[in-house]
């Protein structure tokens, strides 16, 4: 097939990081490790929230949501780099790279939201205690939690649905994974309208959501600041780690994607993708494990049960 005397492609070549097989071996290595750091943690954490009666609650049910998130987000990505680092043939079929993209941008756009959503949970848990068994009873969580994975699907894999970018050869994706940033670069013909759609679609997913978890913070600090100090440490308590994740998540994304340097950091942004696709996912649950006394109680429990 051909598209103005150009050849679509049919399978891509991934540049990954480096041909030395050494250096590869190294991050083989290291990305295992991360991988299984992700695996177990994320498994854990939706394991002790569905089996513990106390955790039954909105904020560790957006928790469980969050940890199956990012096990997807990992599992889509690290397995295939893992093949890669040990392999001197790094191709992948049109097919699979569509199903990766796919996946990836339906994931993280829907972790942005969550996280949004996260926030607007302690809002209301901390600023409007006497109606959040009302606002956030189980009900309305279940269609929030199905509302994001909707509009996720309608915000950020319609539009490439409907209006696909053929990408013809040379077909080297000088990334490890079909990134959107990465693999337009191949497109036929004028992308144009396709860039104005993804910064869009960026701005939907990525700043619209942070504009919100930033103004929900502001509202709950002012409200923790006129209660008691004594209980000022357990409300801030409840969102130190919900602030982290935001920070490491959002900061990096909108790093590569509202930088005025974006198009030169195109052929960089494998080291970027690599911080929210491979390491943020398996710092999520040590962060809430660690600085969250629910948690750290359950796991400790656990423990000396076993």
Same mark, same amino acid.
């Given at each position: 097939?051909?598209?103005?005397?150009?050849?679509?492609?049919?399978? !891509?070549?991934?540049?990954?990081?480096?041909?030395? =097989?050494?250096?590869? +071996?190294?991050?083989?290595?290291?990305f295992?490790?991360?991988?299984?750091?992700?695996?177990?943690?994320?498994?854990?954490?939706?394991? =002790?929230?569905?089996?513990? &009666?106390?955790?039954?609650?909105?904020?560790?049910?957006?928790?469980?949501v969050?940890?199956?998130? @990012?096990?997807?987000?990992?599992?889509?990505?690290?397995?295939?780099?893992? *093949?890669?680092?040990?392999?001197?043939?790094?191709?992948?079929?049109?097919g699979?790279?569509?199903?990766?993209?796919?996946?990836?941008?339906?994931?993280?756009?829907?972790?942005?939201?969550l996280?949004?959503?996260?926030?607007?949970?302690?809002?209301? *848990? $901390?600023?409007?205690?006497?109606?959040?068994p009302?606002?956030?009873?189980?009900?309305?969580?279940?269609?929030?939690?199905?509302?994001?994975w +909707?509009?996720?699907?309608?915000?950020?894999?319609?539009?490439?649905?409907?209006?696909?970018?053929? =990408?013809?050869?040379?077909? &080297?994706?000088?990334?490890?994974?079909?990134?959107?940033? *990465?693999?337009?670069?191949?497109?036929?013909?004028?992308?144009?309208?396709?860039?104005?759609?993804?910064?869009?679609?960026?701005?939907?997913?990525?700043?619209?959501?942070f504009? !919100?978890?930033?103004?929900?913070?502001?509202?709950?600090?002012?409200?923790?600041?006129?209660?008691?100090?004594?209980?000022?440490?357990k409300a801030?308590?409840?969102?130190?780690?919900?602030?982290?994740?935001? $920070?490491?998540?959002?900061?990096?994304?909108?790093f590569?994607?509202?930088?005025?340097?974006s198009?030169s =950091?195109?052929?960089?942004?494998?080291?970027f993708a690599? !911080?929210?696709?491979? +390491?943020?996912?398996?710092?999520?649950?040590?962060?809430?494990?660690?600085?969250?006394? @629910?948690?750290?109680?359950?796991?400790?429990?656990? !423990? &000396?049960?076993?």
């Amino acid at each position: 097939m051909t598209t103005m005397n150009r050849t679509l492609a049919t399978e !891509f070549i991934f540049l990954g990081f480096s041909n030395n =097989l050494r250096v590869n +071996i190294c991050l083989f290595l290291l990305f295992l490790g991360i991988y299984l750091v992700t695996v177990n943690g994320n498994v854990l954490i939706m394991i =002790l929230i569905l089996r513990t &009666h106390n955790l039954h609650t909105p904020m560790y049910f957006f928790l469980c949501v969050l940890s199956f998130l @990012d096990l997807c987000v990992s599992t889509s990505v690290v397995p295939r780099l893992l *093949a890669d680092l040990l392999s001197t043939h790094r191709l992948i079929s049109h097919g699979a790279c569509v199903i990766q993209f796919y996946t990836i941008i339906l994931m993280a756009g829907t972790e942005f939201l969550l996280l949004a959503l996260m926030a607007y949970d302690r809002y209301i *848990a $901390i600023c409007r205690p006497l109606h959040y068994p009302v606002l956030m009873r189980w009900s309305m969580c279940y269609r929030l939690t199905a509302l994001l994975w +909707i509009i996720s699907f309608m915000v950020f894999v319609l539009p490439s649905l409907l209006k696909p970018v053929d =990408l013809c050869y040379p077909n &080297h994706i000088n990334h490890f994974m079909c990134e959107a940033l *990465a693999i337009v670069q191949l497109a036929c013909d004028d992308i144009y309208v396709t860039k104005i759609v993804m910064l869009l679609t960026s701005l939907i997913a990525i700043l619209f959501p942070f504009m !919100f978890i930033i103004v929900s913070y502001a509202c709950i600090i002012s409200s923790v600041l006129r209660i008691h100090s004594t209980k000022r440490s357990k409300a801030f308590s409840t969102c130190t780690s919900h602030i982290t994740v935001v $920070i490491l998540f959002y900061g990096t994304a909108m790093f590569v994607y509202f930088s005025p340097l974006s198009q030169s =950091l195109a052929n960089q942004g494998k080291y970027f993708a690599l !911080f929210y696709n491979v +390491i943020c996912p398996s710092l999520n649950p040590l962060i809430y494990s660690l600085n969250n006394k @629910d948690v750290k109680e359950v796991i400790q429990k656990m !423990f &000396h049960k076993y």
